[in-house]
């Protein structure tokens, strides 16, 4: 297996690790947690790096690197519903178009069918995962006591309940949106797709 291939696997054992630790009410195990998500984090980028430099690029490197990247935001969001910080609601709308998406695309390398990625999209991953990381950092914080024990007000600041609703709302919007630009723009090679016997 090349080395792309072992990160994104990587990627994928270290996701549990993730969810586990940062859902115990510890502010050691969620710092570990963070680490955890910035490290598979960079794996995606490097292992894609690697791969288009390298020409590493594999029929299952296509299929699970995609979905690895999904699993892995899934998991944040899903941690952050159960603690109480986002609403299941928006992460089910936005789980459900990325891995539609995913699919999509994954289906889609398996008839050799290319689909762009926008650029419009690029943005909405970016976003995506700026707040996650925004989020991520806060809460591995604001559990170090002498990190929250001065500085109380400034971490209702930063985790205002508004700011986190209306925040997640605009992520939510623009990730729904671009999935539906998505399906616009590429309806006829998806027409294709599902029509073509090759």
Known sequence: MVLPNQLTVMRIILTPI??????????L?????????????????????????????????????????KILTAAAFIALVIIGVLPLWMVILILLRDFIVT???????????????????????????????????????????????????????????????FTMLFVTIITVHSGITYFIKNRRLIRRLFTSET
């Open 103 to 165: 699919g999509l695309r994954s289906y889609a390398d398996y008839k050799k069918v290319t689909f762009s990625t926008s650029r419009y999209a690029k943005w909405k991953t970016f976003i995506q995962m700026a707040f996650l990381y925004y989020l991520l950092l806060v809460q591995a914080a604001m559990v170090i006591p002498s990190v929250y024990k001065n500085n109380g007000h400034l971490f209702e600041i930063l985790l205002n309940g508004n700011f986190i609703y």
């Open 29 to 69: 195990f969620k710092q570990i947690a963070l680490a955890i998500f910035v490290i598979a984090a960079l794996t995606d980028w490097y292992d894609g790096w690697l791969a288009r430099k390298y020409n590493y690029i594999t029929d299952w490197g296509k299929f699970w690197d995609p979905l690895a990247d």
């Open 18 to 27: 993730f969810f586990v630790l940062f859902l115990i009410d510890n502010a």
